[in-house]
């Protein structure tokens, strides 16, 4: 269904997009929390190498769609990690809210992750936003577990870095063993191309934790500053693929010895509650709860259930 409107899409956004994009990102998140009561917070423009990596990362998934005059109506970055797909961030200009555009931008999502087989379609968004939930449910999507946004500041120093993607000495076969263990712990996934684009785009790092000369873990994160205009503050976490709790902790160990050689005192990882274990354990190694979002699925595309732990941040 097409809004109202004259809107055409969706396209490909290029890299000259991104002041277009963070403008509409910025009006769009800073409405919706004056809408749910928080009239103080102003949302901030995105990095723009953070921008680059989210529709690097989408490829043909990502999309925008624009008025008559040219200027972008709206947005919706679909992504694919093998066969789990989610959508993310997604926008619409305020004054084009409930013009039907929103509807079109998830259904071009859901068609297009269809049609490259994914066997998961999902996205997140706020707990609160009741406005949100229904129309995603609208569109046959059902609520699952909240994923929790943890934070740690660090006050003492950690472990002793361990390895690095970004030290192996043969970059493609560590990627593929990442690809290997993923798959093994959740068939289908395949997180590589995330790997990689954080490599490229000296975005972060990928670190590695080994059991018997075996690749047993690895965990995605992100340094760079999230925020355009603003100095590094944290490590971001996106993808954690453990086989158990104790391959977990010596993960976070990596992330924390990260975080020192930057000079960086915080760090954040955005966990699945699914995950009660995992969970639990990271509360009792000190993090606390920072804020929280609702995991949604389509009803017939829903998460696997893996193995072990392979937590997928469902933002950039």
Not at 156 to 170: D, F
Request: proline share 5%; hydrophobic share 40%.
């Amino acid at each position: 269904m097409r809004p109202d409107r004259g809107i055409h899409g969706p396209e490909r956004p290029t890299l000259r997009d991104i002041d277009a994009l963070n403008r509409v990102f910025s009006e769009s998140f800073t409405d919706r929390y004056a809408r749910d009561g928080l009239t103080g917070v102003r949302v901030p423009h995105l990095n723009p190498l953070v921008w680059r990596y989210a529709i690097e990362d989408a490829g043909d998934g990502a999309m925008i769609w624009r008025d008559d005059d040219g200027t972008i109506a709206g947005f919706n970055m679909v992504h694919r990690s093998g066969t789990e797909g989610w959508m993310g961030p997604i926008a619409v200009r305020p004054e084009l809210q409930g013009e039907r555009l929103g509807t079109a931008m998830v259904r071009a999502g859901i068609s297009w992750l269809e049609g490259q087989g994914a066997r998961t379609i999902g996205l997140e968004t706020m707990p609160r936003t009741v406005e949100n939930i229904g129309f995603y449910s609208r569109l046959g999507f059902v609520p699952g577990p909240l994923t929790i946004t943890l934070v740690r500041d660090l006050a003492r120093p950690g472990p002793a870095p361990g390895e690095r993607i970004s030290a192996a000495t043969r970059f493609d076969s560590a990627l593929a063993e990442c690809r290997e263990l993923t798959s093994r712990l959740a068939p289908g996934v395949d997180f590589t191309r995330e790997l990689a684009l954080t490599h490229d785009l000296a975005l972060g790092d990928t670190g590695l934790v080994r059991r018997g000369g075996a690749l047993a873990g690895f965990v995605l994160w992100h340094s760079a500053a999230l925020a355009a205009g603003r100095p590094r503050d944290e490590i971001r976490v996106l993808k954690v693929v453990a086989t158990d709790l104790e391959v977990l902790t010596d993960l976070m160990g990596s992330v924390q010895a990260a975080a020192e050689e930057a000079r960086l005192r915080r760090i954040s990882i955005r966990c699945q509650a699914a995950f009660s274990a995992a969970y639990l354990q990271l509360i009792a190694q000190g993090f606390r709860v920072h804020w929280t979002d609702l995991r949604m699925t389509l009803r017939d595309r829903p998460e696997q259930a893996p193995e072990g732990i392979v937590m997928s941040n469902w933002e950039i």
